[in-house]
């Protein structure tokens, strides 16, 4: 039997029809590599291991009586703690939400459930999903799976180490600013941020709301465009989100060739700040790509300077009016009833907030403040509309424009939680996609060794709005020419040893392919 790490979520799936392997025995391994990992890493805030049994018990009972199986039937998913599942601790990885168990069900949580996936747990994350790293998490921080002493990127961390350490092959996280992409580039893995309106944000608790996109973490593009037949289409309850039927892929001749695609690279992608080899490692994948027939043609974004400051602008403004709501009445914690209201209020939010969460309500209140709106607020929305246009000039001449996704590989826990700017350029190159609405997905392109450790590089490859589908043929093509998503962290040093003989040879640093334990 093919061993559980090796399988993506569609082999997984394959391998459960077949009866190659039950629903139960696959969770019992989830729940083995949980054991094993979280002590290490801290992917998890809480995990629904008695839940996630039951409902493979009762799939396992349906496919022995020959019912047919849902597209991710028994595959096993692990959720950012910003999802709603109803009776589920969600609390954003905030102490204001400490304890909330929503009452509802997120719609594209419920269409995983219809389709057969298994909910194992609700992931780390930077609190409210504002930040890179997981270390505004008021849970404490999740580690990289490469390095255990580096960040793993965030705000999605949890979700994207779960897919990295082979937890789970199939993740949720949310991506506002490149909380997918970014993660998913510095652990090595596909983070896919969908054209805004594509999945219903029902049910995600709102951070930007014009920004927000549940986002999927995969080991495969096909993984990815699975994820997203099963999440996209049209919901009622977001009148944000299109009506339209669920993503349909792109189904090539050739899947493998890129012949006929013109591959944009800005220059303003590949500024000088970037690390070294993350530049070699994105040139070495464009070569790659023209080597299967993709024409690269340079293309020009001259507004993407301006989109840390306007984005900056544009989330806070929108997160200071969403987090109004948690004030010690309908969410979460009171700190006591004692005094006015107004007392009640500002005690549960002085003590329920994080630094960073309280600095983004400051800010987003000052620039929608009267008097400084125009300046502000008012003015970051032209620059946003600047940024689209850049966009739509380029793809009136390519296919899809690539970058870099973070400027460099997984930095040191410690290394910038000091400096919010320095915390706030991680996003550099994610940000003008999320503000033109536009579809990016991030894609490993090979490693660079810092410190004696092989980090991973990811690359994002961004499409013109509604161009999903297109994006995930390139990333496919490219795919199928390369082994990177295909090798695994060296866990020997974080798992415990199974037998005598496994610590007499030694943990290694090399990394290992999925499938075994290192
Ligand atoms: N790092 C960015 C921020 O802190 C992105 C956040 C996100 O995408 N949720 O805002």
Redesign the pocket.
Known sequence: MTSYESLDATGLRNAIRKGERSVRQTILEVFERIDALDPALHVFLNTQRTAALKRAGELDQRLAAGEAPGALCGVPVALKANMCLAGVETNCGSQILAGYRPPYTATFVQRLLDEGAIVVGMTNM?EF????SSENSAFGETRNPWDPSRAPG???SGSAVAVAAGIVPLALG???????R?PAALCGIYGFKPTYGRISRYGLVA??SS??QVSPFARSVRDVELAMCVLSGADENDATCFDEPALRPEEPDDPKSLAGIRVGVPKEYFPEVLAGGVRERCEAALQRMSDLGAEIVDVRLPHTEYAIPT??VV?TAEDSSNLARYAGVRYGIRAGSEGSLQAMFARTREKGFGAEVKRRILLGTYVLSAGYYDAWYGRALKVRALLRRDFEQAFEKVDVVVGPTSPTPAFKLGEKSGDPVA??L??IL??PV?LAGIPGLSVPVGFVEEGGKKLPVGMQIAGPWKGDARVLRVARAYESATEYAKAAPPMAALLPPRNPAATKSGSTSETSTRGGRA
């Open positions: 930077d999903a504002m930040g890179s965030g705000s999605s949310s991506d506002t600013g490149g909380s997918v970014q951070f930007g920004l927000d984005y900056y989330a915390m706030y991680c996003d994610t940000t999320s």
